[in-house]
């Protein structure tokens, strides 16, 4: 347990620090000395210490539960709870204690990233919707102007006609 790469505690039914070992109590950066005998969750920060408290009192189910909670030294602990057997003071809890700031840090980065690229989407359509709409203010300028095209095409033939006329009107004279 010495060894372990993961902190490691032995709670009492209201979560007083029976034994932990040398990891755990570098993880909440305190000496051996003084994380024995206090209480779990003066480590945890307020807002974590509820959903804490409610595991702790539902080990009495029987019921081993995995709880991610955030240190007030900020790092973020995930605890694996588990039951002692009766013959073995039934009523305390062995908990191991993994270090997951780094994956929660990087959680962190991807919802920030998330969230960018959500916004930088709805800039996108927004920039899209306003093409769709220059396109199609477009589609209609131009068929105005092949109307109107259209319109002075057959008044500059009538208007040639006319003069090709009058032109031979003269010369006939």
Do not use: W
């Not at 039914?13 to 109590?25: T, W």
Request: proline content about 2%; aromatic content about 6%; some cysteine.
């Amino acid at each position: 347990i010495e060894e372990m790469d993961e902190g490691a505690v032995t709670l009492s039914e209201e979560g007083l620090v029976i034994y932990c070992n040398q990891r755990f109590a570098e993880l909440v950066n305190e000496p051996i000395e003084r994380v024995i005998g206090s209480y779990f969750k003066h480590f945890i920060v307020p807002n974590d210490r509820p959903k804490f408290d409610k595991l702790l009192t539902r080990k009495a189910l029987n019921i081993n539960n995995v709880l991610t909670i955030s240190l007030v030294n900020s790092l973020y602990l995930k605890l694996s709870f588990h039951l002692l057997p009766a013959y073995l003071q039934g009523d305390n809890c062995i908990l191991v204690a993994t270090d997951v700031t780094e994956i929660k840090r990087e959680e962190k980065k991807l919802r920030e990233l998330s969230l960018l690229l959500e916004q930088k989407l709805g800039v996108i359509q927004q920039l899209r919707m306003q093409l769709i709409e220059k396109k199609i203010d477009t589609d209609v300028e131009i068929k105005k102007l092949k109307s109107s095209n259209t319109k002075l095409v057959h008044e500059i033939a009538k208007h040639k006609r006319i003069a090709a006329e009058l032109k031979l009107k003269l010369k006939q004279k």
